[in-house]
């Protein structure tokens, strides 16, 4: 590759180069590091108006009962960043909690298998949608869609809309329980852990080629193809992750409410309200996963700040609205300022990754080693 | 660019608070324009909903201690003496087909009703009274059971209609068209603005189960006493009518209570528990319906704080946690077993026997005394079904009930 600096790596890097204090600063003015200010504020508004919420057991019990919401949010980031929406999520969620529900009952030894198979029933339903996507070309807006309701019509079939009652307490801990006797927080809640290995595996993987290659497809699909990439694949295994977060999602609702036809309705918004409080762009190709996690919690901080605030359950939907329409317009101004003002920096940035792609070779070799 | 993203960060933290304060400020008036807001945390300053009628409330209360006409053992057909139907133009041989225009079974009470009225219905079929029953089922739509009703009406070939509303004012116009074709029709659960049924079956009521309810909470709790209300969804007058008299009880007792609607869904009502124990201590919980009542517990459980007093509902659920957890309760009851007794009103008008104008059927809670007899009635039974089903004496018990068999 082109170099002006010493260390091998991609021109991308030189923002990088700064020093720690700066780039710190530097990520916290993108949409994406501002909505970690926003959901410090929020915190602090919430300690203000209720004090005992600042306590070390409150925080922790806030963090499991939101690790939900944050899970999907993860999930739907894939799908954003990769240029695609996926609406089937919440009716992932509500068949997942009524298979734990129907099939695992109150026998102990069922609860692995059904694990398993609600696992491999949510990968399946994201290569459904991923593949009717990327290979049938119908737009994911409608193919989740179509998921999302031909799920709901089954539930609905299959319950008549009514719960029969929850799954054995052994799998309802994984949602519920915790490590007790912790020093500082009396308990972990496992879904605290879960979202933490989550959080963690999200953030390697986007840091591999995969994420790479991901992220370069929701930016320009067509470059991504030129580089070899197959887009098509990539995009899919999008889908899959997202279907699988919603699939963990209703593991641990199951757990931590029960089971309900209602649970996970609205999920798809609510995941997508927080992608994009997270600062992530619709469209694609821009965005950072562990931002996407902390809109969740930014957005949960809120309902509950609003909640506290003696304010009605019922202006949630307004909330929410309003914040999908302010934080993309939020991000979008942004980002455009970002690429006219920072003309020259980013411009060189062009200029070089341009140049590189000529050499097909280096088109896989920059994600996988550049960082 | 670093301050004018910053700016963009300042931008949306200062929208998010604006919209926090908007919100703030509007909520009086919602309160005042709908009535079904919550009190907050202003005991005693209710006004009068829209929902709460006093001469019903009055009515309603005498009721619930007034002496029933039949067999206790029969409590779907017993009734409140009053204004009798003559239906000696209906008597009439032979089988006759009966039309169900159903609200929905979208519920786990509506489902048990469901099955119950069913395993009726194969009663009356054997026994030659009803040839068969055309159901149509609205999924809690007022214009699918409109359509359902007129169908019903031009091509259904009914002999008698059997409606059970979706909601009050929409359907009324619809069961007046039904009550023109001079047939007999039968009305039960939610109400309709018109008395030109043959009859109108529904337990004693709303505002029996907020006194009820609302009265055993009040006399457990002091003064200042915080409750929670969990409620399913505004608009329903059967649910409406639960919570204005409970309301009104609480604001008279000085009791704090704060009301959500939860969509019966699980995760709502354990945030909800959850952020109302952040902020304070929670003696009491008052439901409109036992839907989620084991959440609610479970929120308490999970904080670990004090069980509050509860008001549930007689779904096994509630009273299977009621008697593990040891908490002092109540189940408050919505009659389930009213599902029979359409089709044995039919029955009887066909029979040219007379019939209730209003058939105003029993109430009954079910207090700690008889929580043991209920669950060992009821051994068996899902999760999702209801104590007082009143179905033990049909052929299909227990299987159908146990197996949720819905046709």
């Known amino acids: 590759m082109s170099r002006t600096m010493p260390p091998a790596g991609a021109a991308v890097l030189e923002q990088n180069r700064a020093g720690a204090g700066e780039r710190f600063l530097r990520g916290l003015a993108t949409p994406g590091g501002a909505v970690f200010l926003l959901l410090v504020a929020l915190l602090a508004a919430i300690i203000v108006a209720n004090p005992s919420f600042g306590e070390p057991e409150s925080l922790i019990r806030f963090i499991g009962r939101t690790a939900p919401i944050a899970i999907a949010a993860i999930g739907q980031y894939f799908v954003i960043v990769a240029g695609e929406f996926d609406l089937s999520m919440g009716s992932v969620v509500t068949m997942q909690v009524i298979v734990a529900g129907n099939l695992i009952g109150d026998d102990d030894a069922k609860v692995l298998p059904v694990l398993l198979l609600m696992l491999v029933l949510g990968a399946l339903i994201g290569l459904i949608n991923g593949l009717v996507t990327t290979l049938l070309k119908v737009p994911s807006f409608i193919v989740t869609l179509g998921m999302m309701l031909a799920l709901f019509g089954l539930v609905m079939f299959w319950t008549g809309g009514a719960a029969q009652g929850n799954p054995a307490d052994s799998f309802r801990q994984i949602g519920r329980g915790g490590i007790q006797d912790v020093p500082v927080f009396g308990v972990i809640p496992y879904p605290v852990i879960i979202l933490a290995v989550a959080a963690a595996l999200g953030f390697w993987l986007m840091r591999r080629p995969y994420g790479r290659t991901l992220i370069a497809a929701g930016d320009n699909s067509a470059a991504a193809a030129l580089t070899g990439a197959r887009v098509w694949w990539v995009r899919t295994r999008a889908f899959m992750l997202s279907s699988l977060a919603a699939t963990v999602s209703g593991i641990l609702l199951v757990g931590y409410a029960g089971v309900h036809p209602s649970v996970g309705r609205g999920y798809e918004f609510t995941a997508i309200t927080a992608v994009v409080l997270g600062g992530v762009v619709l469209g694609g190709g821009r965005g950072w996963l562990l931002s996407a996690a902390a809109g969740a919690f930014a957005l949960e901080s809120l309902f509950t700040l609003l909640n506290f605030l003696g304010v009605e359950s019922t202006w949630r939907d307004t909330v929410q609205g309003v914040i999908i329409i302010v934080a993309v317009a939020a991000a979008a101004r942004s980002w455009q300022r970002r690429r006219r003002g920072s003309a020259l920096p980013a411009r060189a940035e062009q200029h070089r990754i341009t140049a590189t792609s000529a050499k097909p070779a280096e088109g896989t070799e920059q994600g996988g080693n550049g960082y | ?407």
């Open chain 2, 1 to 407: 660019m670093r301050t004018k993203g910053i700016r963009t960060a300042v931008t949306l933290a200062a929208a998010s608070s604006l919209l926090a304060l908007t919100a703030c400020t509007t909520d009086p008036s919602v309160t005042e324009d709908t009535g079904t807001a919550s009190e907050g945390a202003s005991p005693g300053a209710t006004e009068q909903t829209e929902w709460f009628d006093q001469a019903l409330y009055d009515e309603q209360n005498e009721q619930r201690t007034a002496t029933f006409e039949g067999s206790p053992d029969e409590p779907w057909l017993q009734y409140i003496a009053g204004d009798m139907t003559d239906t000696s133009k209906f008597a009439s041989e032979g089988g006759h087909k009966v039309c169900f225009a159903n609200a929905s079974i979208s519920n786990p009470w509506r489902q048990t009703g469901w099955i119950t009225m069913n395993e009726q219905l194969k009663v009356l079929q054997d026994e030659g009274v009803v040839s068969e029953m055309e159901t149509r089922d609205a999924k809690d739509n007022d214009n699918t059971q409109i359509a359902d009703i007129d169908y019903f009406i031009n091509e259904g070939n009914c002999d008698a209609f059997i409606i059970s509303p979706n909601s009050t004012a929409a359907l009324t116009p619809a069961v007046e068209r039904a009550c023109e074709t001079g047939k007999p029709v039968v009305v039960f659960d939610r109400g309709v603005e018109t008395d030109c049924a043959t009859t109108f079956i529904h337990p004693i009521g709303g505002f029996a189960w907020g006194i009820d309810s609302a009265n055993f909470l009040t006399e457990r709790l002091q003064e200042g006493d915080k409750v929670v209300a969990l409620r399913i969804l505004p608009g329903v007058d059967v649910l409406e009518q639960r919570w204005a008299a409970a309301e009104k009880i609480f604001a008279e007792k000085g009791i704090e209570a704060t009301d959500y609607f939860t969509n019966a869904d699980p995760t709502e009502i354990k945030k909800i528990i959850s952020d109302e124990l952040a902020t304070g201590d929670v003696q009491g919980v008052w439901m409109d319906a036992g839907d989620g009542a084991v959440a609610a517990i479970e929120a308490f459980e999970d904080a670990g704080k004090d069980l509050p007093v509860m008001t549930g509902e007689d779904e096994l659920s509630f009273l299977r946690k009621w008697k593990e957890t040891g908490i002092d309760a109540l189940a408050p009851v919505y009659s389930n077993f009213q599902w029979r007794t359409p089709l044995l009103a039919v029955q009887k008008i066909f029979a040219g026997e007379e019939v209730p104008a209003e058939w105003v059927l029993p109430q009954q809670p079910i207090p700690a005394e008889e929580l043991d007899d209920w669950l060992e009635r009821n051994d068996g039974m899902p999760d999702g079904h209801y104590a007082k089903f009143g179905g033990e004496d049909l052929p299909g018990y227990p299987d159908v009930w146990q197996q949720r068999q819905m046709p």
